[in-house]
C-alpha cells in the first residue's frame, strides 16, 4: 500500500507491506544546540504503525518527546494515501532533562 509521509519539507510517497519497516532520520544544529528526528513506519495486517521520535538540546538541557500511532489500510485507501494518525495506546511520551532533576 502506497501513503503520503512529510519528509524533508515536502510530501513523499512510501509504499510498505505488512511485516515491511522504513526508517529515516535526519538532524541539524540549531542557534542553541541540536534537532534529530527519526520516524519509523511498520506495516501490519491492520495498518501502518508510526513512531515520532524527536530528541533536542538547547540552553534548557535536553529534551526528547516520542509519539505513537497508527492509520488502518482501509483507512489511507479512503483518505488517498493521506494518513489520519491516531496516537495508540502507549500515546506520547516526553522527558525534560531540568525537571526530571527537579522531580517533576
Request: glycine share 10%; hydrophobic share 20%.
Amino acid at each position: 500500500m502506497r501513503f503520503i509521509a512529510w519528509i524533508n519539507g515536502g510530501d513523499v510517497t512510501l509504499k510498505i507491506k505488512p511485516s515491511q519497516t522504513i526508517n529515516h532520520s535526519r538532524g541539524e544544529q540549531t542557534d542553541e544546540g541540536y534537532r534529530r528526528q527519526s520516524a519509523t513506519y511498520e506495516g501490519d495486517d491492520d495498518g501502518v504503525y508510526r513512531t515520532v521520535c524527536v530528541n533536542e538540546r538547547d540552553c534548557d538541557g535536553q529534551h526528547c518527546t516520542t509519539t505513537e500511532s497508527f492509520c488502518s489500510w482501509g483507512r489511507l485507501k479512503e483518505l488517498d494515501g493521506y494518513p489520519d494518525w491516531q496516537c495508540t495506546r502507549s500515546g506520547r511520551t516526553h522527558y525534560d532533562q531540568h525537571a526530571q532533576a527537579m522531580g517533576y
